[in-house]
């Protein structure tokens, strides 16, 4: 059992410009919405795929309700807490003349109640699981060391630690060691202090990294991933598909790998479905996910090689 959580969930609200002019008007070509967050999108591949997971976090007014209902539409299994506040939009402008700009509210302030209502409940969800999935941003309220402390719930309950997040909630949360976490080029950057310009290096960046995590995967997009665990290191690369949007990308990589382990890969063939999965939700429209046909297609052509 994989359960995700999301403590700043989002609408993803995509809007479709045929060439961004910033200043200027924009004629829009279409909209889409859809359910987002790291945890929610993670589950959502799971749940794809056939695994078994529970998505938990923070909804609330209509758009938490938004969320709710494609969830229940996915059969992806959810119990959420109830916020007062409403859950934020997230908008995304495509363009199609490179990665999409996007517009992140902050989120709905968490109360000090709520946040130790969503730990009774994380508690009593973790008995049930074998990986617990933290990441996304932390809403206003949180407090800033919010995945350290989920972390060692989590691991009280004897379940292995997922951590993908970014600046001071990575920073902290890292303190707990957890067993994945999965920066990109960028975040790596960040957590090193030091520039990443090639492959070479994202492996390099993946051993140094797991000072911090048992095993680490630095992704780098359609350049695909480096893998670094206890036993070596791997590169992986994507399939080549033409890209429609990246938006969920990375997530639908970490729900095929924690997938793929659950159903007894070792860590380079689960990578190679996480590489798949990315490049299957690539294909995809807005905020849409992979779906388990295409997956199962472009496992085919995606690859992991062994380097130390």
């Given at each position: 059992m994989i359960v995700s959580v999301?403590?700043?969930?989002?609408?993803?609200?995509?809007?479709?410009?045929?060439?961004?002019?910033?200043?200027?008007?924009?004629?829009?070509?279409?909209?889409?919405?859809?359910?987002?967050?790291?945890?929610?999108?993670?589950?959502?591949v799971v749940a794809e795929l056939g695994g078994r997971t529970i998505a938990t976090g923070f909804l609330g007014g209509g758009t938490g309700a938004q969320i709710r209902h494609v969830l229940h539409s996915q059969g992806v299994h959810n119990s959420f807490v109830e916020a007062a506040g409403a859950t934020r939009v997230n908008t995304s402008i495509e363009s199609g003349d490179g990665p999409p700009t996007t517009l992140n509210e902050a989120g709905p302030t968490i109360s000090e109640e709520e946040w130790h209502r969503l730990l009774a409940h994380c508690e009593n969800l973790f008995h049930r699981a074998d990986w617990v999935a933290l990441g996304?941003?932390?809403?206003?309220?949180?407090?800033?060391?919010?995945?350290?402390?989920?972390?060692?719930?989590?691991?009280?309950?004897?379940?292995?630690?997922?951590?993908?997040?970014?600046?001071?909630?990575m920073r902290l949360g890292v303190q707990m060691r957890p067993d994945l976490i999965k920066p990109n080029l960028r975040e790596a950057e960040r957590l090193l202090g030091t520039a990443l310009p090639d492959r070479s290096a994202a492996v390099s960046a993946a051993r140094d990294l797991r000072s911090m995590a048992e095993n680490v995967i630095v992704s780098m997009g359609k350049d695909g991933a480096a893998l670094a665990t206890a036993d070596g290191a791997w590169l992986g690369r994507s399939p080549?598909?033409?890209?429609r949007s990246t938006i969920g990308s990375g997530d639908s990589m970490l729900g095929a790998l924690?997938?793929?382990?659950?159903?007894?890969?070792?860590?380079?063939?689960?990578?190679?479905?996480?590489?798949?999965?990315?490049?299957?939700?690539a294909t995809t429209d807005g905020s849409e996910i992979a779906r388990?046909?295409?997956?199962?297609?472009?496992?085919?052509?995606?690859?992991?090689?062994?380097v130390s």
């Open positions: 999301t403590l700043n969930p989002c609408v993803d609200r995509v809007v479709f410009v045929p060439g961004l002019r910033v200043g200027d008007t924009n004629r829009v070509e279409r909209v889409e919405t859809d359910a987002g967050g790291k945890g929610v999108n993670l589950s959502r996304g941003s932390l809403p206003p309220g949180v407090p800033p060391d919010a995945f350290r402390t989920l972390g060692e719930l989590a691991r009280r309950e004897g379940c292995r630690v997922l951590l993908d997040a970014d600046g001071e909630a080549q598909v033409e890209s924690l997938w793929a382990l659950g159903e007894g890969s070792d860590w380079p063939e689960a990578l190679r479905w996480g590489l798949a999965a990315g490049a299957a939700t388990k046909p295409v997956v199962m297609l472009l496992y085919n052509e995606a690859s992991v090689e062994r």
